[in-house]
């Protein structure tokens, strides 16, 4: 079955650099999710896109901006790079609301992640 | 701060044995999932318990949710090396439209062949 994917699947940059991730969901799911987990950290909740409008924002910096496009894919801009976004960063997706009685809708498939290092 | 809390943090069994990890949050939930992440590698969804269950089973896993004590407890049974991996909760709050997950702090959880 078609997963989550995400590009790149490495990436380095320098201090004050941008860094653009994309992340593709599963065919038919029209909401994504951005994650940041730093090493040894818990995930943490950047924003999420629900039908290419922007749903929720978690704690993402200013200098970050995403996006969802019309084909659902979505990208995550990163400006002036700091050392401390050296992260990965996930993106998930999940199944439109009309899932809901089958209990799919709420399930959160993740991709393989971007691993960010910012030197 | 974190809306999940999980205990313990690190947890090392012997291979049969069964493993039990507990998440706290802290408002009301819509749902709480369970999710598996080997080590730099993406999460991986378990198994999802919506906040008007109480118990949920999937194979070898049991989760069980207690919104009055506003905790969860994930339970593998007979483990194996291959269950060694960090755990966390995550959960979505009953807020009308959120599309928002929190995610807990994890328990590391190593078997031991």
């Known amino acids: 079955a078609a997963g989550v994917i995400q590009s790149p699947r490495h990436l380095i940059k320098e201090k004050r650099e941008t860094a653009t991730l994309k992340c593709y969901p599963i065919?038919?799911?029209?909401?994504v999710y951005w994650y940041q987990q730093g090493p040894g950290q818990d995930p943490q909740f950047l924003i999420s896109f629900y039908e290419k409008m922007q749903s929720d924002k978690g704690s993402i910096p200013d200098r970050f901006s995403a996006q969802q496009f019309s084909d659902y894919h979505s990208e995550l801009n990163m400006s002036s790079l700091e050392l401390g976004d050296s992260a990965l960063y996930f993106c998930?997706?999940?199944?439109?609301?009309?899932?809901?009685?089958?209990?799919?809708?709420?399930?959160?498939?993740f991709g393989p992640g971007t691993r960010l290092t910012v030197l | 701060s974190q809306q999940g809390e999980e205990d313990p943090q690190a947890l090392s069994i012997q291979e049969g044995e069964n493993a039990t990890m507990n998440c706290s949050y802290k408002t009301s939930i819509n749902n709480l999932q369970w999710y598996r992440q080997n080590s730099g590698r993406g999460l991986v969804h378990l198994i999802l318990i919506r906040s008007n269950e109480r118990e949920k089973h999937s194979g070898r896993l049991r989760v069980t949710l207690d919104t009055s004590k506003k905790s969860s407890s994930l339970l593998i049974t007979a483990s194996r090396a291959a269950d060694t991996a960090s755990y966390f909760c995550?959960?979505?709050?009953?807020?009308?439209?959120?599309?928002?997950?929190?995610f807990g702090t994890g328990t590391r959880l190593k078997v031991l062949a």
């Open positions: 998930a997706s999940s199944s439109p609301p009309g899932d809901w009685t089958s209990g799919l809708a709420d399930t959160q498939y």
């Open positions: 995550a959960t979505r709050s009953t807020t009308s439209g959120t599309y928002k997950y929190i």
């Open positions: 065919p038919r799911h029209d909401t």
